[in-house]
């Protein structure tokens, strides 16, 4: 038989069909595994999306309790009956965390976050008792008969319905703003927060079972493509088309500063992966250097650099700018020494951040000179912020680590009252000098 084979010679036909049968065998085995890492694929995008909607929910439920407290704040100091019917309207007709708690539910391998979601709502639930009681409060020392049939059933106490109407409102303010309402207020973002991180941990193990299938899945496709490049050498130009048109495309990107495309051979899919992996890493740190060069390296607060983008881009109509001063602050660097100062202004940020919101910006634009941003203030809040500074400087004024207490004088001006944005800063630091001439220690709304 080998003799005759010698003698007739190896049929290239024969070859020709043996390789095109172990080429559509192969290709087909490839096109198959890829099939499998598409699905793979799916799976983990599918999960991926999911888990944001989850966590989207949980921060719904964070942003619903936020807006409830606000309405009540604001209601219990200006006695204005629209912001009590706001936080009905969000109480019991848009229902967001009641849909955060159906949302979260579609999901069964969610049960910890769903228990977690849950507590936050209990908690949610608890505290509105007290904001009940604070709007009943404010209700009778507004005369406000209209009530939701859930105020109208709360019963005040004989030593506040003896209240006059002024201590009413200060009696509910402070019941609404007080340590132990947000204690409460913690503790529902606490279980919010562990609810987003047991789905975080969800994520995690279903993302780690999947890209052990990838691996797998990807070290067989690799096995099939080398088998065919062995069984078949003579369609090396198919590597060519496969493997030098990918890379000329990744060099083009890299030049443009851009993430490779993941296409061609699965080898190099898995480079471009890698090199994004390192792309992303990059931008990452780009973007951590852009924050040292916008914040203040002592304080944390936006330095003057910070200070000018936000004046730029922040629409001022709906803004207040308020610029705090440090009274006698080179007393307290020449008492103290200069340590001991620079610790007194990080302490200040720091009560500053705990009095404003998230949203609102803090920056230091002077050794001792600070300016707040508070946004999305469409109407005039002059009440809410005057309750804001005293509540300041009357924790300025502890002692705190062993550091001196000290007050500040303040300048507030909102931008709808500045024709010439480039003139906000001139007239919230005339409102900073009218307090220090009367004494430090104050705020003043600009004109003064």
Not at 76 to 89: A, V
Not at 212 to 229: A, H, K, Q
Not at 329 to 358: A, Q
Request: glycine fraction near 4%; proline fraction near 2%.
């Amino acid at each position: 038989m080998i003799k005759e084979l010698k003698n007739k010679g190896i049929s290239l036909k024969a070859i020709h069909t043996c390789l095109v049968a172990i080429a559509v065998i192969l290709s087909g085995l490839l096109v198959y595994s890829t099939y499998h890492l598409t699905v793979t694929f799916r799976h983990v995008t599918n999960a991926a999306e999911e888990h944001m909607e989850m966590e989207k929910a949980s921060l719904e439920m964070l942003d619903a309790s936020d807006y409830l407290t606000e309405q009540v704040q604001r209601f219990t100091i200006n006695g204005e009956k629209r912001f009590m019917d706001e936080y009905f309207r969000e109480a019991f007709e848009a229902n967001r965390r009641e849909e955060a708690l159906s949302k979260m539910g579609e999901d069964p391998a969610s049960a910890a976050a769903m228990e977690e979601l849950q507590k936050a709502m209990n908690e949610s639930v608890k505290l509105m008792d007290a904001e009940y009681y604070a709007i009943r409060l404010t209700a009778e020392a507004k005369n406000i008969t209209e009530l939701p049939d859930v105020i109208a059933a709360v019963a005040l106490s004989e030593e506040d319905q003896k209240l006059s109407a002024r201590e009413k409102m200060e009696r509910a303010a402070k019941s609404v703003m007080s340590d132990d309402y947000y204690n409460q207020k913690d503790l529902i973002r606490g279980h919010i927060r562990q609810s987003i991180a047991e789905i975080d941990k969800l994520t995690k193990d279903i993302d780690n079972r999947e890209l052990d299938s990838l691996y797998t899945e990807l070290r067989i496709v690799r096995g099939i493509i080398l088998v065919l490049i062995l069984a078949i050498l003579f369609m090396v130009w198919l590597t060519d088309y496969l493997g030098i048109n990918p890379v000329l495309q990744a060099v083009d990107r890299i030049k443009d500063d851009s993430p490779i495309p993941e296409v061609g051979a699965n080898e190099f899919r898995y480079l471009a992966k890698a090199y994004n992996r390192m792309y992303s890493a990059y931008k990452t740190s780009l973007e951590r250097l852009n924050f040292k060069a916008s914040h203040d390296e002592l304080t944390g607060a936006y330095n003057r650099a910070g200070y000018d983008l936000l004046l730029s881009s922040i629409d001022l109509y709906t803004t207040y700018m308020m610029l705090f001063d440090v009274d006698n602050f080179k007393t307290i660097n020449d008492t103290y020494g200069h340590e001991t100062g620079d610790k007194v202004l990080v302490r200040l940020v720091s009560v500053l951040k705990k009095n404003f919101r998230s949203d609102d910006y803090i920056c230091r634009v002077g050794g001792d000179e600070f300016v707040v941003f508070m946004v999305h203030a469409n109407e005039k809040q002059d009440r809410l912020i005057a309750s804001k500074m005293e509540d300041i400087n009357r924790e300025l004024e502890q002692k705190v680590d062993g550091l001196p207490p000290i007050s500040i004088s303040v300048g507030i001006v909102h931008g709808s009252q500045v024709s010439d944005p480039s003139k906000l800063f001139e007239k919230t630091d005339e409102a900073m000098y009218n307090s220090k001439k009367q004494g430090k220690n104050t705020y003043t709304f600009y004109p003064g």
